[in-house]
């Protein structure tokens, strides 16, 4: 019901009452991860936060969707811990109604058959060997396999048959992803990526020849030098199409690997009759300006769909762009977002939709499928039509009946850099005349991360209380080049801190925040950068940190493989940077801290262990530094439970009350 005009009210930012509580941050959200076709129906997977935030399995219908049925029984909870971030968790069987997925209690994948209980296909491990990135083929399930039964993780491409049993098929890499297999069942193709490198930084192509019953071996490979390949996909018996950066941001491009299939690779090829692949090779097909690509910090990521047809592709810089390629002659040839194309070809290029977000999940005869968030959506499954371009609401991730409180972000920049704001709003209230609000500045994770324009239920959490929040994309972010990216290599607590600060007086020379009142928060690496700017800044009255990085020392020795020497490229390797890693640590400057700091830890992170917040918080106490600290029994790197969200959301909004002196006897309720 809205409020009619004579209810407005006038008050101070701050002390603005708002619906849209810390619980129904935590219990209104249903977030999807996957989705997939299967005939008329619809499969996605959605976390259940009144069954212990578990992630089920919801199966619906696209001529009729709706509240849909719960396929998968408690207390099955799909998540894959490859990496320790996961993903590609589960996949269908095309050819009948069996669903395939990875247990997170067990790590095990299993096969769920309706009407029975679901079975284990893969042996008992306690959860030392990890299935992720599963992909469903004629022959079997392929997955990366990571064995974790050693000090040394080894992983690998195997296949899966319907009845258990299993084939290693390449072990060619330290890291893999995306898994594919020709149509004919010979070739095999992933990406591969080895230690120091992350997967947006420099990876290499592999193509498998798995032979005629023989043993599988190389026959071709791309080796990225410092360029990032991704998502290769099979669109044609012999041609791959897959992004590359190497043109400075990343595009599509298609790759005939006919010579390589016709070189006589087979059985008897071995390694060193692998062909090797130059970035020449690689032919144009779709190229918008921004990026057809990201970080692949959880597998079986998307940037484009397609068939002999047609191409569906994500695009991302401040905004995200759904892009689709169609060419009548049923030949996808080089293209621009203009509509540019060879004169042999008829293509065609539409932009259908520009959004906060997108994710991409599945191409089907007559729709596509995907998630998609907005300044105006906080966040839905949508089915696209290939035809008309219709988007039709399959199931929706918020569950709120406070839409009206609901901030409505944008993009814009401030200080030289692109950022996200989102301010303060409530239907309610307005502010008194010429009081400037005060402002949480968020630095995102990753640090390869962005910060997209969403609606967003923990933005609003604070902008319908009268707090704005502006999210930052400094250098180091996605979603703006490989030279944006690069900014921060080398130079992680630093570039980041400055484009902050920058970004930060921009907003107040624009006139509008506070400049007593602002406040820095992030999670993980955005805990660290949050820290860092507390150390060598004077422009935040406090910050929070959730799970950050404090001791870059302990970091490298405490961490898991998957960022083992991520902190090589961002700071530089050890024992060569010793000096840079400890001078950078925010564990080692908690002298230089002026202002009050908050702590939110798990005691069961993985990747930012607790005693890094444990000690950080012992040596602001030897500083004589205010802080409140708040460690979450069963959370690891990212919250999950209710009561761990509510109470670290009630805490950090307390927290900046108090610090910006909002007298709580004058918040309305």
Known sequence: MKE??????????????SPLSAAEVATGAAPIFEA????????????????????????TSLPHPGSGERILPEPFNIRSAVHEYGGGAWALDPDSEIVYFVNAADQRVWQLIPGRSPHALTPETSGLIRYGDLHMTPWGLLCVREDCRSTVRRRSIVLITRFGTMRELATQAHFMAWPRISADGRLLTFIGWEHPHMPWDETS?????????????????????????????FSGPATLRLCSDHQGHWALYELDLGDVVGSGAGAASSAA?????????????????????????????????????????HAQ??????????????????????????????????????????????LGRTHVLLTAKSPDCPGALI???????????IATERLDAHADYYAHPHTTVLGGVPVVLHPPHNPRFIALGRERPPYVVIAHGGPTGQATADMSARMSFFASRGIGVMEVNYGGSTGFGRAWRERLRGQWGIVDVADIVAAVQGLIAAGLADPLRIAISGG??????????????????????????????????????????????LVGPWPEAQDALFSRSPIHRTSDIRVPVAIMQGDRDPIVPPNQAQEFVDML?????????????????????????IDSLESEFGFYVDVFGIPRSRRHR
Not at 208 to 222: E, F, K, R
Not at 383 to 393: H, I, L, M, N, Q
Not at 624 to 644: A, D, N
């Open 4 to 17: 009619s005009p004579q209810d407005v009210v006038t008050a101070p930012y701050g002390t603005w009452s």
């Open 36 to 59: 997939a076709f299967r005939g008329e129906h619809v499969y996605y997977s959605a976390k259940f936060p009144t069954e212990n935030s578990r992630t089920g399995l919801v199966r």
């Open 205 to 233: 192509l592999w193509v498998i020849d798995l032979g005629a019953g023989g043993d599988p071996s190389v026959a071709a490979v791309l080796h990225g030098d410092e360029v990032a390949l991704l998502q290769p996909e």
């Open 273 to 313: 009759e692998a062909v090797d692949l130059s970035l020449t090779d690689l032919r144009p097909v779709l190229d918008t300006g921004t990026e057809i690509g990201g970080p692949l910090w959880q597998l079986g990521a998307l940037w484009h769909l397609g068939d002999g047809h047609e191409v569906w592709a």
């Open 317 to 362: 810089s401040d905004m995200a762009a759904l892009v689709r390629a169609r060419d009548t002659a049923a030949t996808v040839a080089t293209a621009t977002l203009t509509g540019e194309a060879t004169a042999a070809s008829a293509l065609v290029v539409e932009e259908i939709a520009t959004l906060g977000s997108i994710e991409l999940h599945d």
């Open 383 to 393: 089915a696209v039509d290939r035809a008309t371009g219709t988007f039709t609401e």
């Open 524 to 569: 993980s690496a955005g805990g660290w950068t949050a820290l860092s700017a507390l150390i060598s800044s004077d422009v935040f009255a406090c910050g929070t940190s959730y799970f950050g990085v404090t001791d870059l020392m302990r970091f490298v020795v405490d961490t898991h493989d998957f960022e083992r020497h991520y902190v090589d490229g």
């Open 621 to 645: 106490r030897l500083a004589g530094v205010e802080y409140i600290y708040r460690l979450y029994k069963g959370e690891s790197h990212g919250f999950v439970r209710t009561e761990t969200i």
